[in-house]
């Protein structure tokens, strides 16, 4: 069972950055893909970014391409979202999640994501 904690959410204004954070409990963090999806209200929840297991291929979703990176600390089990050029869009909570152990492919697909973090929130002003 994989337990993920996020943080580095909070309220930024149009233009600034943030760094989310993605602490994992299990020692074999380093076999799972990982993901950053996000639900804005009244709105479903869409895949942001990606990441294999060994770092070496990452996926984005096209609105935060450029904008937004994604990479992983396996010593630390950690994944990390770099947010800049923050737009009110980006607005949400975001959320980490692991999948089932398969770790060398990125899912955009929520339901083939086992484990999820609480989610984070991100609020960016215009």
């Known amino acids: 069972q994989v337990q993920l904690v996020e943080s580095g959410g909070g309220l930024v204004q149009a233009g600034g950055s943030l760094r989310l954070s993605c602490a994992a409990s299990?020692?074999?963090?380093?076999?799972?893909?990982m993901g950053w999806f996000r639900q804005a209200p009244g709105k479903e929840r869409e895949f942001v970014a990606g990441?294999?297991?060994?770092?070496?291929?990452?996926s984005y979703v096209d609105s935060v391409k450029g904008r937004f990176s994604i990479s992983r600390d396996n010593a630390k089990n950690t994944v990390y979202l770099q947010m800049n050029s923050l737009k009110p869009e980006d607005t949400a909570v975001y959320y980490c999640?692991?999948?089932?152990?398969?770790?060398?492919?990125?899912?955009?697909?929520?339901?083939?994501?086992?484990?999820w973090g609480q989610g984070t929130q991100v609020t960016v002003s215009s």
């Open positions: 999640a692991a999948d089932r152990g398969r770790g060398t492919v990125v899912s955009t697909i929520a339901s083939e994501y086992d484990y």
């Open positions: 299990e020692r074999t963090f380093n076999s799972h893909a």
């Open positions: 990441i294999t297991w060994s770092g070496l291929r990452t």
